[in-house]
């Protein structure tokens, strides 16, 4: 294909990402799961890029994960994400950034409805209204919070402090990229490169001076699947899940796996620990486990900012070696001390590859 | 090893690059007339074993062409060689030959860590 056609396909898979002024959501698990994660987006924008970002402490649960499990009815959810949008409508703000891929998702379900089915927005407002007396206006650009980091992902690069480069090889770091299913395959148009050639953190490692790698099961789920980890005796299911990608990208040797979703990086990083317990298999180098970040803490990383700040010491699979490989000094010492220096308490359960 | 009260999955991928074809490739030699199976089924319906145990001759074949003759050798250790496939098998195929050459060379071409 000529250059102008692959430009004009191309344009095909973009999607419009606000420039500023957003109204931030959180998510429910990530501030569980990854705590230093949305912290460092905030920065990120304030600090690093200047932007206007807002986030009303109000604000509640989307409902996803009910949602997704069968106890929150459909009503229920659009009034709950009505009552997001009110608060963002009362604070001024028309552009609304997701930190979680569940919600962005069920935010685009909810909002393609109204617009295929307007009576279910008018019965919503009508919900909304008698239940809480708020009025709301549907968001003028809905965008995942990594969208926004890959838009300013040249800005990001701009300021960085360390590259994805192996600095005893001086090699680009073989990073994994693994997109949230909830973020293009429900509605592809939504995505950056939609649902065939997902962009958006390929977009980020490659300007950032890694190198992304193509393996088999590169679009296949991590295996969260809701139910399939709510009920225990379905967790088999999720972990083999996560097997069959971690068997896949395990010949081509990488040294992290980058997430966009709450999910994916919690159980990526999670099972990685429970196959080594349930059967003595690693698949990183050297008998260690693959590190797996958030495209927050990636950004962090290359921006200088201290590993435990960033709340690195929550993963189950270690990531000194990526750290090392990056050339990042760190303090052990302080892996596991707080804010105010006080230790807060080595896990019990050992890690992956310690 | 932790129990943490699930099992992993064990994956059923085929994995035709790690495929060996041996044992098929000499049944097919020994009994040409094994390769022109329509894997219509009319063996298992009428096979005597598969009547008292979970015992499928197409099954047998389908494992053969997959190579997977772990699973295989236990499988054929259920045929008792009445021979009934053979007067049903509408390519007549000589199905009791095909079981004896794989009991005979199995042994032959299961993987070393088996």
Redesign the interface.
């Given at each position: 294909m000529k250059a102008e056609g692959k430009i004009r396909v191309w344009q095909d898979y973009q999607k419009e990402i606000a420039d500023d002024h957003y109204f931030y959501v959180r998510s429910c698990i990530r501030q569980n799961f990854f705590p230093g994660s949305e912290q460092t987006f905030l920065k990120i924008l304030r600090t690093e890029l200047g932007k206007d970002i807002y986030e009303n402490p109000h604000h509640t649960t989307c409902s996803g994960i009910g949602y997704h499990s069968d106890v929150v009815p459909f009503d229920t959810i659009q009034t709950i994400v009505a009552r997001q949008f009110a608060l963002m409508t009362e604070a001024g703000y028309k552009n609304l950034a997701a930190s979680c891929i569940t919600s962005f998702g069920i935010y685009n379900e909810i909002i393609e409805t109204w617009k295929e089915f307007p009576s279910e927005l008018e019965k919503v407002r009508n919900f909304l209204k008698s239940a809480t007396g708020r009025e709301f206006e549907v968001p003028q650009n809905v965008a995942h919070a990594s969208d926004i980091v890959y838009k300013f992902r040249d800005d990001i690069a701009a300021r960085k402090k360390f590259s994805l480069i192996n600095q005893h090889t001086g090699e680009p770091l073989k990073i994994v990229e693994h997109i949230g299913c909830h973020y293009s395959k429900m509605f592809p148009s939504k995505g950056v490169g939609g649902a065939e050639f997902p962009h958006v953190l390929v977009g980020m490692i490659e300007s950032w001076g890694g190198e992304v790698i193509d393996y088999p099961e590169r679009r296949h789920c991590c295996g969260f699947g809701f139910r399939q980890y709510l009920v225990?005796?379905?967790?088999?299911?999720s972990?083999?899940n996560s097997?069959?990608k971690f068997?896949s990208m395990e010949p081509y040797i990488p040294d992290a796996i980058l997430c966009n979703c709450p999910g994916c990086p919690m159980f990526l990083d999670r099972w990685q620990y429970?196959?080594e317990?349930?059967?003595?298999k690693t698949f990183g180098e050297n008998g260690a486990g693959i590190p797996v970040l958030t495209y927050e803490e990636m950004a962090g990383l290359v921006l200088g900012y201290d590993p435990w700040d960033l709340g690195l010491q929550m993963h189950q699979t270690n990531v000194e070696p990526l750290l090392n490989k990056i050339g990042i000094q760190y303090n052990p010492e302080l892996k596991y001390a707080g804010k105010d220096g006080k230790m807060i308490g080595k896990p019990m359960m050992v890690g992956c590859g310690w | 090893m932790k129990n943490f009260g699930y099992s992993i999955i064990k994956q059923r991928t085929i994995d035709y690059d790690q495929f060996d074809g041996r044992l098929l490739n000499e049944v097919l030699e020994m009994e040409p007339s094994f390769k022109v199976c329509l894997s219509c089924g009319g063996c298992t319906a009428t096979c005597s074993a598969g009547d008292l145990v979970s015992f499928n001759v197409r099954r047998m074949n389908l494992l053969l062409r997959r190579g997977e003759t772990i699973e295989l050798e236990s499988e054929i250790q259920k045929c008792m060689l009445c021979g009934k496939c053979m007067l049903v098998c509408p390519r007549g195929i000589n199905l009791r030959n095909v079981i004896m050459l794989i009991k005979k060379s199995i042994a032959k071409y299961k993987p070393i860590n088996s």
């Amino acid at each position: 294909m000529k250059a102008e056609g692959k430009i004009r396909v191309w344009q095909d898979y973009q999607k419009e990402i606000a420039d500023d002024h957003y109204f931030y959501v959180r998510s429910c698990i990530r501030q569980n799961f990854f705590p230093g994660s949305e912290q460092t987006f905030l920065k990120i924008l304030r600090t690093e890029l200047g932007k206007d970002i807002y986030e009303n402490p109000h604000h509640t649960t989307c409902s996803g994960i009910g949602y997704h499990s069968d106890v929150v009815p459909f009503d229920t959810i659009q009034t709950i994400v009505a009552r997001q949008f009110a608060l963002m409508t009362e604070a001024g703000y028309k552009n609304l950034a997701a930190s979680c891929i569940t919600s962005f998702g069920i935010y685009n379900e909810i909002i393609e409805t109204w617009k295929e089915f307007p009576s279910e927005l008018e019965k919503v407002r009508n919900f909304l209204k008698s239940a809480t007396g708020r009025e709301f206006e549907v968001p003028q650009n809905v965008a995942h919070a990594s969208d926004i980091v890959y838009k300013f992902r040249d800005d990001i690069a701009a300021r960085k402090k360390f590259s994805l480069i192996n600095q005893h090889t001086g090699e680009p770091l073989k990073i994994v990229e693994h997109i949230g299913c909830h973020y293009s395959k429900m509605f592809p148009s939504k995505g950056v490169g939609g649902a065939e050639f997902p962009h958006v953190l390929v977009g980020m490692i490659e300007s950032w001076g890694g190198e992304v790698i193509d393996y088999p099961e590169r679009r296949h789920c991590c295996g969260f699947g809701f139910r399939q980890y709510l009920v225990m005796s379905n967790r088999g299911y999720s972990v083999s899940n996560s097997r069959k990608k971690f068997e896949s990208m395990e010949p081509y040797i990488p040294d992290a796996i980058l997430c966009n979703c709450p999910g994916c990086p919690m159980f990526l990083d999670r099972w990685q620990y429970v196959i080594e317990e349930m059967e003595g298999k690693t698949f990183g180098e050297n008998g260690a486990g693959i590190p797996v970040l958030t495209y927050e803490e990636m950004a962090g990383l290359v921006l200088g900012y201290d590993p435990w700040d960033l709340g690195l010491q929550m993963h189950q699979t270690n990531v000194e070696p990526l750290l090392n490989k990056i050339g990042i000094q760190y303090n052990p010492e302080l892996k596991y001390a707080g804010k105010d220096g006080k230790m807060i308490g080595k896990p019990m359960m050992v890690g992956c590859g310690w | 090893m932790k129990n943490f009260g699930y099992s992993i999955i064990k994956q059923r991928t085929i994995d035709y690059d790690q495929f060996d074809g041996r044992l098929l490739n000499e049944v097919l030699e020994m009994e040409p007339s094994f390769k022109v199976c329509l894997s219509c089924g009319g063996c298992t319906a009428t096979c005597s074993a598969g009547d008292l145990v979970s015992f499928n001759v197409r099954r047998m074949n389908l494992l053969l062409r997959r190579g997977e003759t772990i699973e295989l050798e236990s499988e054929i250790q259920k045929c008792m060689l009445c021979g009934k496939c053979m007067l049903v098998c509408p390519r007549g195929i000589n199905l009791r030959n095909v079981i004896m050459l794989i009991k005979k060379s199995i042994a032959k071409y299961k993987p070393i860590n088996s």
